[in-house]
């Protein structure tokens, strides 16, 4: 017997749009998927959603939102920016009975917090809570939206206050690698850490521009995340993300060279030295060699500087203010920083 749910005939996605005349908009990256082929496969990339939560961001007209229908889960929530996508979803709502919510607004600034049933909370430790997170969004928006994702999943808030919620995303395939580039691949960069350090990440399956209409100048990777029970690095999400952008603003030059600007200039030489020292990580060694473990050790160790002098963790090299130093280490009222009892760490 099949486990679908069967939808009343619903004119085809390409009708909707001719019939409600939405041209795609350029200026907001819309690019529509319309092969059913490849839409099922993005959803079968979900994992088993059947009798489960799932949450689409960015359905459009929602081609995807019906394959996701097609799977039988017990509730659909989309969010959805554009309002003029409201009629062909809202028929989609009513074709369902109730099975499907809408929600219009950003989901960049959306907190799903209270989105689900409290019945479906699951500890962390747990196995995956059946609630999916799934969205084809543009590329302008998925990448500042994962770092979002990745900074709630190390707080455990968001949709991750529910448990391990997993994540089926697309991403421009150049970002969709870098995600999952293995340490020392020319890929390898910021990404790479931070998105590996919280969640088991997959590049799936590329999808060729040509599926979309209009078509996009790029391919479009599909990215499977699973939170981990552990990070890697058990540190908060601010200070790892510090830590690694400045390792990787020189990506071709000693690690060292990023590491040092954590410190004020007077003071970078010695505390850089200190910090890779402390980490038992080779200084020579380039950003893109560095595991995700030696970037934990250097987190460590960059704590442990900064709780000698807790001033250390708000400087910033690339603000104009820098909080209490300045780019000479002096504090803002002058005084040289040796002077504030840094100096004993030289
Ligand atoms: N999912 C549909 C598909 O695959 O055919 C549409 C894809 S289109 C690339 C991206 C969709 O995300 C558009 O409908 C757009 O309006 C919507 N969108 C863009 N930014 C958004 C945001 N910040 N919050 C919610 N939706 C957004």
């Not at 030489?269 to 995700?292: I, K, N």
Request: some cysteine; glycine content about 6%; proline content about 8%.
């Amino acid at each position: 017997m099949s486990s679908r749910l069967r939808l009343p005939p619903l004119p085809s996605i390409r009708d909707l749009i001719r019939l409600y005349r939405l041209r795609a908009l350029r200026q907001l990256s819309q690019n529509f998927l319309m092969d059913q082929r490849l839409i099922d496969k993005i959803v079968r990339a979900a994992g088993r959603i059947k009798d489960g939560h799932v949450c689409e961001v960015g359905p459009g007209p929602g081609g995807i939102t019906r394959a996701i229908l097609g799977r039988n889960p017990e509730k659909v929530v989309v969010i959805e920016k554009d309002r003029r996508f409201i009629p062909m979803l809202e028929l989609l709502t009513e074709a369902t009975d109730g099975k499907m919510d809408v929600i219009i607004g950003d989901v960049l600034s959306f907190n799903m917090e209270k989105m689900f049933p409290e019945e479906m909370r699951l500890d962390w430790e747990s196995h995956t809570p059946n609630i999916h997170l799934i969205g084809n969004l543009p590329f302008s928006v998925s990448t500042p939206l994962i770092i979002r994702w990745l900074h709630a999943i190390a707080d455990k808030g968001n949709a991750w206050s529910y448990g391990r919620v997993p994540m089926t995303l697309t991403f421009q395939k150049e970002v969709a690698e870098r995600m999952t580039a293995p340490v020392t691949s020319p890929q390898r960069c910021r990404l790479s850490v931070m998105c590996q350090n919280w969640c088991n990440v997959q590049h799936v399956f590329t999808i060729p521009g040509s599926a979309f209409v209009p078509k996009p100048d790029v391919d479009v990777g599909v990215v499977h995340f699973e939170p981990k029970i552990e990070p890697i690095i058990p540190l908060p999400f601010t200070m790892v993300e510090k830590v690694v952008r400045c390792i990787f603003s020189f990506r071709q030059k000693y690690s060292i060279r990023g590491a040092e600007t954590l410190f004020p200039v007077v003071l970078r030489e010695s505390l850089g030295l200190e910090m890779y020292r402390l980490a038992d990580v080779d200084p020579r060694a380039r950003p893109f060699q560095l595991t995700v473990g030696e970037f934990g050790r250097l987190c460590s160790a960059y704590e442990s500087i900064c709780l000698r002098d807790p001033r250390l963790f708000r400087y910033n090299s690339r603000s104009s203010k820098k909080d209490s130093f300045d780019e000479e280490g002096q504090l803002e009222e002058g005084q040289p920083l040796e002077t504030q009892g840094v100096s004993s760490v030289l």
